[in-house]
């Protein structure tokens, strides 16, 4: 896998946005929070993930260098806001639930949104196209071998029947 380089000023920018935010968090929660661990190594169409029992956040490094700034402003938050809510509520939230929408918008001041709009063409993998019968739909790979082997079906949220593999 090649790695992405990240410059030195936006690896600050990522640092200084995480250190504002906890310090606000630690001081209107009346705790002190450890500064959790940064690294770059999140993979595909997802901006972030936080991994609560490590206490470490993992950041897209494409989509932080496509979208630089904003990614800082609205990802790094919402990422920290999850480590925040483990800690502070326990395990046994929904992540985007209330809690974490308190933490983010009464607590770090930055808005409660669930997933990014950042353009993701430049990570986006292969798609393949099924059918059901009020729309398209495209499956991942992974989706497509999973029905392939015979593993899993899907359904369409909206009119509920089986997506079929839409062949040539």
Same mark, same amino acid.
């Given at each position: 896998? $090649?790695?992405?380089?990240?410059?030195?000023?936006? @690896?600050? =920018?990522? +640092?200084?946005?995480?250190?504002? $935010?906890?310090?606000?968090?630690? %001081?209107?929660?009346?705790? #002190?929070?450890? *500064?959790?661990?940064?690294?770059? @190594?999140?993979?595909?169409?997802? =901006?972030?993930?936080?991994?609560?029992?490590?206490? %470490?956040?993992?950041?897209?490094?494409?989509?932080?260098? *496509?979208?630089?700034?904003?990614?800082?402003? /609205?990802?790094?938050?919402?990422?920290?806001?999850?480590?925040?809510?483990?800690? !502070?509520?326990?395990?046994?939230?929904?992540?985007?639930?209330?809690?974490?929408?308190? +933490?983010? /918008? #009464?607590?770090?001041?930055?808005?409660?949104?669930?997933? !990014? %709009?950042?353009?993701?063409?430049?990570?986006? #993998? $292969?798609?393949?196209?099924?059918? &059901?019968? &009020?729309?398209? !739909? @495209?499956?991942?790979?992974?989706? !497509?071998? $999973?029905?392939?082997?015979?593993?899993? *079906?899907?359904? &369409?949220?909206? &009119?509920?029947?089986?997506?079929?593999?839409?062949?040539?």
């Amino acid at each position: 896998m $090649k790695s992405t380089r990240i410059p030195i000023a936006l @690896q600050q =920018a990522v +640092m200084r946005c995480m250190r504002e $935010k906890l310090q606000l968090a630690n %001081q209107k929660l009346n705790a #002190s929070y450890p *500064e959790p661990e940064i690294n770059y @190594q999140q993979r595909g169409t997802s =901006a972030g993930t936080a991994y609560l029992q490590y206490w %470490q956040i993992r950041l897209n490094p494409v989509l932080l260098l *496509e979208n630089q700034q904003p990614f800082v402003d /609205e990802v790094v938050p919402h990422e920290l806001a999850h480590l925040l809510v483990y800690r !502070h509520f326990g395990a046994a939230v929904p992540p985007h639930g209330k809690e974490w929408r308190w +933490m983010m /918008e #009464s607590v770090l001041g930055v808005p409660a949104s669930r997933t !990014h %709009q950042f353009t993701v063409a430049s990570v986006q #993998s $292969k798609t393949y196209p099924y059918i &059901c019968q &009020c729309r398209d !739909h @495209q499956l991942t790979v992974r989706r !497509h071998n $999973k029905v392939m082997r015979k593993e899993a *079906e899907y359904r &369409c949220s909206y &009119c509920k029947t089986l997506l079929r593999f839409k062949t040539g």
